[in-house]
């Protein structure tokens, strides 16, 4: 599994969005907009979405825990 991250519409302000994992989706949400969700099935690609306001951006991006622990724990 690699980082995965989705920009819509770049080049404009947007807002921020965090990312937990759920089995083999990738969950994106927006701290500032409590409905949005993006899920991106890492695995096959496959994409869903709730409740899409086309006039805000959301972006972010997702590293897998397992690998962000060994690049914080490199002694």
């Known amino acids: 599994m690699e980082m995965i991250n989705f920009d819509m519409n770049s080049g404009q302000d947007g807002h921020k969005c965090s990312a937990y994992r759920d089995g083999d989706w990738i969950v994106f949400y927006c701290p500032r907009c409590t409905n949005y969700e993006r899920r ?36």
């Open 40 to 75: 991106i099935n890492w695995r096959t690609g496959e994409t869903k979405s709730k409740n899409i306001a086309k006039e805000i951006r959301h972006f972010g991006e997702y590293f897998p825990v397992e690998f962000r622990q060994i690049y914080e724990n490199m002694n």
